[in-house]
C-alpha cells in the first residue's frame, strides 16, 4: 500500500478541490473548467468528468455551494476554517465507526460485547478526531495555485 493509499482517489479529488476553492477570495466563484486545469497541472491525467461527480457530490453534502447561470461556479459552503478533512472522509468515504466489519446485517449482533469492534472503534474514532484538526483554510495556505509554467520548446534555427 503507498502512502495516501487509505483513501479513494474520490476523497483525493474532492480535498483538493476544496483547498482550491478555499484559496479564492469571499465572493470569487471557481468554475469546474478552472479547476479541471489546476488539477490536471498536479495529476495530467486527471479527469474532469470524474471531478465534475466528485464537485456534485461535495455540493449534495453542503461543502460546496452551487451558483448557476452564465457566470455561476462554485464556493465554500461555510468557511474555510469550519470545513475540516474529516467532513470530507464522513461524506465521500462513507466512514461510519458504529458499523461492524464482520457483519454483513445492517446491525451487528453483538455490537457492544465484542472486546475487539470496541477496540477499533477507538482507534477509529480516534483517527476521525486527528483529522478534526486539519482545516480547508490550513490546506489552502500550503498549496500552489498558480499552474507551472509549459516550458516552450526552443525553435530551431533553419538551416540555409
Avoid at 483525493?12 to 476553492?21: E, K, N, P, R, W
Avoid at 470545513?83 to 451487528?108: A, H, P, Q, W
Amino acid at each position: 500500500m503507498a502512502v495516501g493509499q487509505i483513501f479513494s482517489q474520490r476523497f483525493s479529488y474532492g480535498l483538493h478541490a476544496l483547498a482550491y476553492v478555499a484559496t479564492k477570495p469571499a465572493g470569487e466563484l471557481t468554475t469546474l473548467p478552472e479547476l479541471a486545469e489546476w488539477m490536471r497541472s498536479i495529476w495530467p491525467s486527471a479527469s474532469e468528468a470524474y471531478l465534475s461527480n466528485v464537485v456534485q457530490r461535495l455540493a449534495r453534502g453542503r461543502l460546496l455551494r452551487s451558483h448557476r447561470g452564465i457566470a455561476g461556479g462554485y464556493s465554500l459552503a461555510r468557511a474555510a476554517s469550519k470545513i475540516t478533512i474529516r467532513d470530507v472522509v464522513e461524506l465521500l468515504e462513507g466512514i461510519d465507526i458504529n458499523r461492524c466489519g464482520l457483519s454483513l446485517e445492517d446491525e451487528c449482533p453483538v455490537m457492544g460485547r465484542c472486546s475487539i469492534q470496541r477496540r477499533i472503534a477507538q482507534l477509529e474514532e480516534g483517527f476521525l478526531k486527528s483529522l478534526e484538526r486539519v482545516t480547508m483554510a490550513q490546506l489552502a495556505k500550503e498549496i500552489v495555485t498558480t499552474p507551472p509554467k509549459k516550458k516552450r520548446a526552443r525553435k530551431k534555427a533553419k538551416s540555409s
